[in-house]
């Protein structure tokens, strides 16, 4: 629920209530009548998580209301004769907890003070279901709550004029997200954060885009031909020889474990290489001829389509495949218009049926007359038999026109009837892809998803779905996922570097063929430079991401196993200047190899065409050193979230327990002098760039019981930053983060004047930079002496020892 639909549901609550003759007398109609209500219909709390009457040391809570295993809000009812405002203002107010205005709540306080010290939760709220007041109960930042301001809303009126804030304070949303703090303390007086000037070492006037050769046009246009794309659409040929086996792997190991958990019962790894589990299934739905709804798991770049096709065109036992009709529906091809999808899907299966079942563009009046053959033969015998022995051929025409019409006004049943006519006139099984739904909001994945249901539960037809692992879980909440039965197989993801490979070989092998035939296979992808050129190019990126193990690694690590991502950075990498491309071909040509070094590479990665870093153009890295000019603290607090995870994904491989609540990070900061909303900003900033990730994929936001997870991405992103020799990653932020010191800055800016920097200066930048990060570290974070924060103080002394 948003905050729009809660203030159209209290809407047509406050109408009820006021304009309705209900009694409400006693505290049990109030909870009854009104409250309840609130809470659950208004607020949206789940009933699971409203517990009522609970016994504590201080006597029955009314309400004790809990999510993600945290007390969040007690609500302590009361009759509404009872008098719980001293001031006749009718209008929202804060007052002092402890003042004037709220005397005849003081035993209300009192009250609620104590529920909550025996339930650990932080906030209340006191009402009579018209009045409401909400109070800051146990304080966490040294304020003693009689001392502090409480909101109160005298009437539902005030409720609906001031209803953003009444959700806030109260709703479920708001609560998880701590929000009754920033309200409490803005009418205790706006809180000043610590806020300095920043600046950077370099400015943007500083950066500047690199040159690029022309050659540089054609040696892209190369790239996006073999290597940008996993589909290997229009090509065959490359799609049978470039397709890459997925093996299995932790992160495989993990993202099933968590599916099988909460999503399905069973799952199965399918062989990306033979699909054998997939061909058995089919091989059963043909013998038996019972169909089967099929869900393809994997992550985005995971190759599911190219699987699917490649299977049914190259793998698929031939036996087995003269007996399936497949038809692949590409949904990237749609609007994407939620409203128009069922009749675009129709209007697509139509032409795929009849360019599958017929010979002519068009089918002939012999070959409907076959598809509707129960029609023509109860017309034949039953109501138009006279007709049939009259005039054949009126009759004919007759059933021509009413043929016509079922298709242009009801194409669905003609849909429908073509796979009848597929399964029981031709003995075909109708093998049905819906390929790229998650390309698409969930109502429009829900909606496609209940087409193809429809199409298996009304006819003999064998449907595969291929979905994302977060679409999975979307489904899974919510849809027609929850009602059906279907079979699952999980696809894991290929390594880049046997992708990348597989290309270069393809492109090796079409180089060597005859030459004519080579050129004009290149020339159809609209490719010019020379077959040296092409054949020395895949040399040179077999030697820079193929030829060692660890450039590949980070490029997987950063794109969390994404293999588009994976490729974007390759690209960005390879068509880089900083590389030098055109350089490497000729050495190349000539028979040498001029291999860039580690720092190169890195270097091409982190600016792509430009000469220096920009957090905001770069979606792969992110500064781990920056902070907020308007919320200051210690330049190393992401890297210092990213060890506290680390340690947990380190100590196991169970699924569930790598994760941890953003409540269990803020608690383990809080010591160390971190305020929670810090924390939280820092953390928003990991997982924007995929460097954190939750345990519901669907789930992005952060809030204390949701869970999260170090990834590839931020296990590589803390080795760049801690243990990286070539040094690329930490050159660009000492220049590009922005700092306080005046004296830190000169110092940097007047060895960089003075000549052209060789690697030993560049040495003494990291050096005063982290000398800079370890200074700031101490003003703004005071590590406790418990063994629990030992790992914190390795990761400085490290970063001292590695750097300065």
């Known amino acids: 629920m948003n905050i729009d639909q809660a203030k159209e549901k209290f809407d047509l609550l406050y109408i009820e209530l006021t304009q309705t003759s209900i009694k409400i007398e006693t505290e049990e109609d109030a909870r009854f009548q009104v409250i309840d209500r609130i809470l659950t219909e208004v607020l949206g709390w789940e009933r699971t998580e409203i517990i009522t009457e609970p016994h504590t040391d ?6 004790l209301i809990a999510s993600g295993g945290r007390s969040r809000l007690v609500v302590e009812a009361k009759r509404r004769a009872k008098l719980l405002i001293d001031t006749c203002q009718v209008r929202m107010a804060w007052y002092k907890v402890g003042g004037p205005a709220l005397k005849s709540a003081f035993d209300a306080f009192a009250q609620a003070k104590r529920y909550c010290a025996d339930t650990a939760a932080l906030f209340s709220a006191i009402t009579t279901g018209f009045e409401w007041i909400g109070f800051w109960a146990i304080r966490t930042d040294g304020i003693p709550p009689s001392e502090g301001k409480a909101v109160v809303f005298p009437s539902l009126e005030a409720v609906q004029q001031n209803f953003a804030i009444f959700y806030d304070l109260f709703s479920r949303e708001g609560m998880l997200n701590n929000l009754y703090q920033v309200h409490v303390r803005k009418a205790e007086g706006l809180q000043v954060n610590h806020s300095e000037s920043l600046e950077s070492i370099i400015s943007i006037s500083d950066r500047r885009l690199l040159d690029k050769s022309t050659f540089f046009a054609d040696i892209e246009n190369v790239y996006r031909s073999f290597f940008s794309s996993m589909s290997g659409e229009n090509d ?36 990306s290489d033979k699909g054998s589990e997939l061909e058995n299934k089919i091989r059963n739905a043909v013998e038996l001829q019972r169909g089967e709804f099929v869900i393809i798991i994997g992550n985005k770049g995971a190759g599911k389509s190219t699987f699917i096709d490649r299977f049914f065109r190259l793998i698929l036992d031939k036996h087995l495949s003269d007996r399936c009709l497949f038809l692949q529906i590409n949904l990237a091809d749609s609007s994407g218009e939620e409203t128009n999808i069922v009749g675009w899907l129709t209007d697509k299966l139509k032409i795929e049926l009849e360019k599958k079942l017929f010979k002519g563009e068009y089918p002939s009046y012999e070959e409907l007359q076959g598809v509707f053959i129960k029609e023509y033969d109860r017309w034949r015998y039953g109501e138009r038999k006279h007709l049939y022995e009259r005039n054949k051929n009126e009759f004919k025409e007759k059933f021509g026109e009413f043929m016509a019409d079922l298709i242009e006004r009801h194409p669905d049943k003609y849909v429908m009837r073509l796979i009848e006519n597929a399964a029981k006139a031709r003995l075909l099984m109708p093998c049905i892809v819906f390929d790229n739904t998650d390309h698409f909001p969930q109502t429009f994945q829900d909606a496609v998803f209940q087409y193809a249901q429809s199409i298996y539960r009304s006819v003999f ?144 990665l982190l600016v792509g065409d430009y000469n220096r870093f920009e957090q905001k153009d770069s979606d792969f890295i992110l500064n781990l050193f920056e902070v907020n000019s308007s919320s200051i603290t210690s330049p190393l607090l992401r890297l210092s979230i990213l060890r506290m995870l680390l340690d947990v994904y380190s100590e196991t491989t169970d699924s569930e327990k790598i994760y941890r609540s953003i409540e269990d990070i803020m608690n383990y900061f809080e010591p160390a002098a971190v305020s929670r909303g810090l924390v939280k900003e820092h953390l928003e900033a990991l997982m924007s760039y995929r460097l954190i990730e939750p345990y519901d994929p669907t789930d992005i936001n952060i809030y204390e019981s949701q869970r999260v997870k170090i990834t590839p991405c931020g296990r590589i992103h803390y080795e760049f930053a801690v243990d990286d020799k070539e040094g690329s990653y930490m050159i660009e932020m000492a220049l590009t983060t922005p700092v306080i010191g005046k ?46 924060y030992d790992s914190q103080r390795f990761l400085r002394e490290r970063i001292h020892q590695n750097w300065a």
């Open 236 to 271: 065959p040929d490359m799609l049978a020889k470039c397709f890459v086996e997925s093996k299995e792997s932790r992160t495989a190991d993990e993202n099933l474990q968590k599916i099988t958990r909460n999503l399905l019962n069973r799952i199965d790894i399918v062989n």
């Open 58 to 63: 201080s006597g029955y809570i009314d309400y």
């Open 743 to 788: 004296n830190y800055i000169g110092k940097v800016r007047d060895l960089m004047n003075k000549r052209k920097l060789n690697w030993q200066d560049w040495c003494t930048v990291i050096k005063w930079f982290i000398n800079y990060c370890l200074e700031k570290d101490k003003v703004y974070i005071s590590l406790p002496t418990s063994e629990a």
């Open 461 to 604: 037809s064998f449907i595969i779905c291929p979905i994302t692992d977060r679409t999975i879980w979307q489904l899974s909440k919510s849809g027609p996922f929850q009602s059906y039965e279907s079979i699952s197989f999980y696809l894991p993801v290929p390594s880049t570097k046997e992708i990348l490979a597989k290309r270069v070989d393809f492109i090796k092998e079409k180089t060597i063929e005859d030459s004519e035939i080579s050129r004009q296979y290149f020339t159809r992808k609209g490719i010019r430079v020379s077959i040296s050129n092409i054949s020395a190019f895949a040399l040179a990126i077999e030697d820079i991401f193929i030829n060692e193990d660890y450039i590949g690694r980070v490029i997987g690590w950063l794109s969390n196993y994404d293999i588009r991502r994976s490729l974007q950075i390759a690209q960005r990498i390879i068509t880089s200047p900083i590389i030098g491309i055109p350089e490497l071909v000729k050495t190349y040509i000539v028979g040498n190899k001029s291999r860039p070094n580690r720092r190169q590479i890195k270097k091409a």
